[in-house]
């Protein structure tokens, strides 16, 4: 299992299952099916991906633990580079076919529309993330300091959730579908954490006076 | 080399067994409620039989031979059947059309789901012949009609007019149908009526919940009497030529084109004209973004989104904006309005 994941060609294939969405977004769009809102069909999908893939990046560390296959961190980069990447798509979607490159009325979108607002920062939050995203990165800002700056995807998931929940008009049985996923996966973290630091008190903790060491 | 005593208790196990012993609970609840309906004498009509159906046959009995005449009439068939001897109406624009496929696949019906492909899935089978429409209230001759007598109320019309979605979309789409006026006059509105409250048909064994929609059932909606009585206040009974299909509405429902497409209630039932300001489910469900009047006003904002520019559906993905119009263009309608502040009765 373990030659597996680390075979050449696992990265291959990710590559080409992450671009899948992209294929069958094209095919429904050859194939004109894409309701007679196309737009909306556009920016339902790719924002769709982008918390999808945002999750299932998030998912890698709770699965290297629970399923004993630590080299699964070889996919994260690339996982979360492809949740960039259907963002970008997200938002280029609504800056050319929903808006039309009218700058006034973006801006008054972004400083108005909660909604927007909160999209935006969580897709801004992953740019330093991309650009830091390479092994030269993580030399120069050091491994402690890289980790801590990339957990800001924390607070991306959160904001394109939050970001889905704000603009549904009634129905949030998704949108909170999303958000309990997110809980979990964040939760697993705080657990794993707290465990941690038991321990790490327990390790220094003195042995108690009293007690024999069996020798 | 993980931990190993990590190993001793995964999460996802503590799950199975809890997911096991929850589905052998769920399991032995179900049979012992089928088994205790067959013991128990006490069934119902209304436990065997679907509500739609008895409610059908309630109907029919209410309705009499009347309903005979409804099983030969176009809705018998249950698909859209070809509407004749209706005339072209001035009040049409010249617009293009919205493609046919693109009205009638592209829904906002919540009772059949909250996407917009669901309706036109969801509502195939629903039935609605026979069908009785009640108008009451503050009126001096209340009226139960069947579809035939609807169909007599008023001359058919072919009107085509723009639909303006509080979403910030558009159609253009041939309706036909009669002034609503028409209807009203026949029931005589008494002095106290001053406003009109409508009602959908609700039917929660074949549409969806309200919890699962978020928004309440059955669907209401109202006009203030002189809105209700302008001559563009249409009541639909088709579309492109042909009775309307179950997701835009069938058998018959309200168009009121220079208000948001919410107003313009589906599937009518009950009709009541009343004192007071009647509640109207989505200002029930949103109050600062779905007001009473709701007249489309490029000026008023959605929480969510400006109304300033919509978009018209039906041609592609480029350029498909237009700038939206006060009253959705329908200018005629300004005076109901006169000295009204429309931003603060949006």
Redo the contacts between chains.
């Keep these: 299992m373990k030659k597996f994941w680390l075979s050449r060609w696992t990265k291959v294939l990710l590559f080409l299952l992450c671009l899948l969405p992209l294929a069958d977004l094209l095919r429904h769009g050859f194939e004109q099916d894409m309701?007679?809102?196309?737009?909306?069909f556009?920016t339902h999908y790719t924002g769709n991906w982008t918390l999808r893939l945002l999750l299932i990046t998030l998912a890698i560390t709770p699965l290297r633990?629970?399923l004993?296959q630590?080299q699964l961190v070889r996919f994260r980069r690339m996982l979360g580079l492809f949740a960039f990447f259907y963002g970008l798509l997200h938002l280029t979607t609504w800056i050319w076919?929903d808006k039309?490159f009218d700058v006034a009325?973006m801006w008054?979108?972004v400083v108005?529309?909660r909604?927007i607002t909160v999209g935006m920062l969580g897709l801004l939050l992953m740019v330093p993330l991309a650009v830091t995203s390479t092994a030269g990165w993580v030399r120069r800002l050091g491994f402690k300091r890289w980790q801590w700056l990339h957990r800001l995807i924390y607070v991306s998931a959160a904001a394109g959730v939050v970001h889905y929940y704000?603009?549904v008009?009634?129905?949030?049985?998704l949108p909170l579908m999303y958000g309990a996923i997110l809980t979990v996966l964040l939760l697993y973290r705080l657990g794993a954490w707290m465990k941690d630091r038991i321990k790490a008190k327990r390790r220094s903790r003195p042995v108690p006076s009293g007690v024999s060491v069996a020798s | 080399m993980?931990h190993k005593e990590?190993?001793k208790g995964?999460?996802?196990l503590i799950s199975t067994t809890w997911r096991r012993n929850t589905t052998i609970r769920w399991r032995r609840y179900h049979v012992s409620r089928a088994m205790s309906i067959h013991k128990t004498s006490s069934l119902r009509y209304s436990d065997v039989t679907p509500r739609r159906e008895y409610i059908n046959r309630r109907l029919f009995l209410a309705a009499g031979s009347a309903v005979l005449g409804a099983l030969a009439s176009p809705f018998a068939a249950g698909a859209e059947t070809k509407l004749s001897g209706y005339t072209k109406s001035p009040f049409s624009t010249d617009e293009k059309p919205?493609p046919y496929?693109?009205?009638t696949?592209?829904n906002n019906y919540?009772e059949f789901g909250?996407g917009?492909?669901e309706p036109a899935k969801n509502a195939k089978n629903y039935r609605t012949s026979p069908w009785m429409l009640s108008i009451g209230g503050e009126v001096t001759k209340p009226k139960m009609l069947d579809l035939d007598a609807i169909m007599k109320v008023a001359p058919l019309e072919e009107r085509i007019y723009r639909h303006r979605c509080v979403?910030g979309?558009s159609f253009v789409i041939p309706w036909i149908g009669f002034p609503l006026n028409a209807l009203l006059k026949q029931v005589e509105p008494t002095s106290k009526a001053k406003y009109v409250a409508f009602q959908s048909y609700y039917d929660p064994k074949q549409m969806l919940s309200s919890r699962?929609?978020?928004?309440q059932f059955p669907y209401i909606e109202g006009l203030r009497l002189d809105e209700a009585m302008h001559p563009l206040t249409l009541i639909s009974v088709g579309l492109y030529g042909q009775t309307l299909p179950p997701q835009n509405g069938a058998p018959l429902r309200l168009t009121v084109p220079w208000k948001y497409g919410y107003k313009s209630i589906k599937s009518l039932v009950k009709i009541r004209l009343v004192e007071k300001q009647p509640p109207t489910t989505w200002n029930l469900?949103?109050s600062q973004a779905y007001g009473f009047y709701s007249n489309v006003n490029p000026q008023v904002?959605h929480?969510?989104?400006?109304q300033?520019?919509e978009?018209r559906?039906?041609s592609?993905?480029?350029?498909?904006?237009i700038k939206t119009r006060m009253f959705n263009g329908y200018d005629q309608v300004a005076s109901l309005y006169s000295g009204m502040n429309l931003r603060k009765y949006y």
Excluded: C, M
Aim: proline content about 8%; aromatic content about 12%; overall charge negative.
């Design positions: 309701t007679a809102n196309p737009i909306e556009i633990a629970l004993h630590p076919l039309e009325a008054d979108d108005k529309r909604f704000w603009l008009k009634s129905d949030i049985r | 993980p990590d190993r995964p999460v996802w919205t496929s693109a009205v696949s592209y919540y909250t917009k492909d979403e979309w699962a929609a978020q928004i469900a949103w904002d929480p969510t989104h400006s300033a520019t978009e559906l039906g592609g993905i480029f350029g498909q904006h």
